[in-house]
Nanobody, 119 residues
Framework: QVQLQESGPGLVKPSQTLSPTCIVS??????????WTWIRQSPGKGLEWLAA???????FYSPSLKSRMSISRDTSKNQFSLQLNAVTPEDTAVYYC???????????WGQGTQVTVSS
């Protein structure tokens, strides 16, 4: 069973960078046919897809946020991270990581980490 645990900064000041990390267990992030995603949910809004990285290390981004964002992975620690620069209060959200197994079409979610952007 794939398990994911997010860790995040909690509170970030405007114009700074937020960088949550997703620690993965039960599966290697280089496992074939898996990809790893960041999604967020702002207060009163639906889920917003942010970025993904494949088992091969290829990355994909939301066009609206691409200029401020990067996704990376650390295979030695079996984790992946999101970096979002120049944050504003509109980036306040619960940030979730998700694993997708393309072979069986299954998704596994972390419990989410609240990130608040405020001065």
């Amino acid at each position: 069973q794939v398990q994911l645990q997010e860790s995040g900064p909690g509170l970030v000041k405007p114009s700074q960078t937020l960088s949550p990390t997703c620690i993965v267990s039960g599966c290697a992030i280089v496992e074939k046919n898996y990809y790893w995603t960041w999604i967020r949910q702002s207060p009163g809004k639906g889920l917003e897809w942010l970025a993904a990285i494949t088992y091969e290390g290829n990355s994909f981004y939301s066009p609206s946020l691409k200029s401020r964002m990067s996704i990376s992975r650390d295979t030695s620690k079996n984790q992946f991270s999101l970096q979002l620069n120049a944050v504003t209060p509109e980036d306040t959200a619960v940030y979730y990581c998700r694993a997708t197994d393309l072979d069986v079409r299954a998704d596994y979610w972390g419990q989410g980490t609240q990130v608040t952007v405020s001065s």
